[in-house]
């Protein structure tokens, strides 16, 4: 537990830090006027505002991420430092501008997922990111009829962004409401489980002043999962964790490689393959109930599924499989070739994705198995069961992330909202997620943009030693593990 000073001079570090963005944000923020070119602005005072903001805030975060002196000290202390950020612009991204021209294409007839938000008609597509004013809706059917409600009930932009804001603000609160019982039910510290989760600078920087729908997301995940937890192997419990889960897909379909591991937190006593069947049947029909039923009611269908190609669009290192495509088509240049490695990396990754799930899966099946076969329970015999699905889960989308075709920093809140949770060690990460705080600009220009061909080749080598550094480790637990 940190020293009483240690913690007070966190929390007001953070707080200083959260004003010196939101000022940053209103001197050079996301607001809604036509796009600037990608740059670093002519402000420089915006920018050293917004790196000694964002500075401070990660630099509070990382001294606490042992734990805060208490759970409530927690709670406290990320609400704080939530104040000036709810007052300030849309920080680091334009996303929210096409969440509301998503809704009002919706909401005037138009499908968005047949058209982008130019051909849409959109009033406000001047405000959009350029890259994504002619791409067709990635999100589900659930969100955009989100969207449509909070174009409607904001009566404008303005009104829009606000309620955009309310929606990411509920959905954090519910993440907030289920994070002690998670914890609680995996055997990990409240107090450290709602410190990492909460007070993040990525939390409050994108989920809140961003008004990203992962917000949404992520809520309606860890409502479903504590569901699961609390109330495992009854069958109307089960169904309605499976259609919160199910409501989370149809917001980011990134999700579903959730499911897997939920349907391990289903079963309630022995994990047999009968019992898994039986459990996870029930959990699968409230998932896919939810789905239908979204698709239908808003008139949609699965047309959201062909959204997703076009979120690949975008092309910056942060993806490790970009990097390693970026990095293969500079060698081939140098070799009088052009390779096109990217698209190819990309799909290559995507199935490396599929394996790793599996594994991770089929991991924690195997232990689950084994701790009934032996009875191997012993520090808390209630944690076992959530806490393996719950980690399983986490390294699951911090798979998803790490070999995704784009990732951006918000894309970090996924794991970090699930490892919180019920990982043993927290460094590995937290690091990426302080990491990932430093990579947008007020007006949501990505640094990437500026580091193309060095950035590729740091990600390039971290990703070859932290493959090497796996294989050598599995290699030793193998060795290790008695016939």
Known sequence: MPFPGAARLARYAGLVGAVLLAVAGWLGGALPRATPA???????????????????????????????????????????????????????????????????????????????????????????????????????????????LAVALGGGLVGAIVAFRLLAVAGVLLTAGCLVGLARAAGVPTRRAAW???????????LIAGAHNDAVMLGLLTLGLLVLVRRPGRP??????????????????????VLPFAALAAVHNRHTVRALLRDGGWLAGGA?????????????????????????????????????????????????????????????????????????????WSGLRRADDVGQRVARPDAARP????????????????????????????PLALLAVAAARTTWFVAPCAAAAFLALPDGTNLARFSKAPGALAMTALAAGLAVWGLLRLRRTGAARPD
């Open 38 to 148: 990608p740059g670093l602005g002519d402000e420089p005072w915006t920018v050293a505002l917004w790196l000694v903001g964002t500075g401070m805030m990660v630099g509070a975060w990382w001294a606490l991420r042992r734990g805060a002196p208490s759970t409530r000290w927690a709670y406290r202390t990320a609400g704080l430092w939530a104040l000036p950020l709810l007052a300030a612009p849309p920080l680091g991204s334009r996303d929210v501008y096409s969440y509301a021209c998503q809704g009002w294409a919706y909401a005037h007839g138009v499908d968005p997922y047949a058209v982008g938000v130019a051909g849409a008609g959109c009033p406000w597509v001047d405000a959009v990111a350029p890259i994504w004013r002619d791409t067709p809706a990635p999100y589900g059917p659930f969100f955009v009829l989100l969207a449509a």
């Open 196 to 206: 990492l989760a909460l007070a993040s600078p990525l939390v409050g920087v994108h």
């Open 236 to 257: 109307g419990p089960l169904l309605l964790a499976g259609a919160l889960l199910g409501l989370a897909v149809t917001v980011k379909a990134t999700a579903v490689v």
């Open 288 to 364: 896919l109930g939810a789905v239908a039923v979204t698709s239908l009611l808003t008139g949609l269908g699965l047309g959201w599924v062909g959204g997703l190609t076009h979120s690949g669009d975008s092309e910056q290192w942060t993806s490790p499989p970009t990097a390693v495509g970026f990095v293969v088509d500079y060698a081939g240049g140098l070799a009088g070739r052009e390779p096109g490695a990217v698209p190819v990396i990309r799909a290559a990754a995507l199935l490396l994705l599929a394996v790793l799930v599996a594994a991770l899966w089929w991991r924690a």
């Open 387 to 414: 806490r393996a699905a719950l980690l399983g889960a986490g390294l699951a989308l911090a798979a998803t992330v790490a070999l995704a075709p784009v990732v951006h920093p918000w894309y970090a809140t996924w």
